[in-house]
Nanobody, 129 residues
Framework: QVQLVESGGRLVQAGGSLRLSCAASERTFSTYAMGWFRQAPGKEREFVSGITWSGGRTYYLDSVKGRFTISRDNAKSTVYLQMNNLKPEDTAIYYC??????????????????????WGQGTQVTVSS
């Protein structure tokens, strides 16, 4: 059982930056692909960004490309989401998720939330205008 704990969410003004962290309890963290999803009030949970187990490939929602950067530190069992130039529409609860799968499979399924096996409790990001 993998436990994921997100942190770093807070209230920030539009144009500001935040870095979210997701710490995993699993020693074999390096074998999991990781994703960030978000859910705004009244909306479906949507994919934001994903990264393969090695960090060699990353994926982004179109609306965050060029503003958000996902990275991971396997030695610390942590995945990060650097968010720059934040906009009010980025306001949501942000969740990290983990899946153990081959990179070829992850390339096809990275944005499908049902494919992820483990989820954190989420961290609130609020962007004021």
């Amino acid at each position: 059982q993998v436990q994921l704990v997100e942190s770093g969410g807070r209230l920030v003004q539009a144009g500001g930056s935040l870095r979210l962290s997701c710490a995993a309890s699993e020693r074999t963290f390096s074998t999991y692909a990781m994703g960030w999803f978000r859910q705004a009030p009244g909306k479906e949970r949507e994919f934001v960004s994903g990264i393969t187990w090695s960090g060699g490939r990353t994926y982004y929602l179109d609306s965050v490309k060029g503003r958000f950067t996902i990275s991971r530190d396997n030695a610390k069992s942590t995945v990060y989401l650097q968010m720059n130039n934040l906009k009010p529409e980025d306001t949501a609860i942000y969740y990290c998720a983990a899946v153990r799968t081959a990179s070829t499979e992850y390339h096809r399924t990275y944005d499908q939330r049902q494919k992820y096996d483990y989820w954190g409790q989420g961290t609130q990001v609020t962007v004021s205008s």
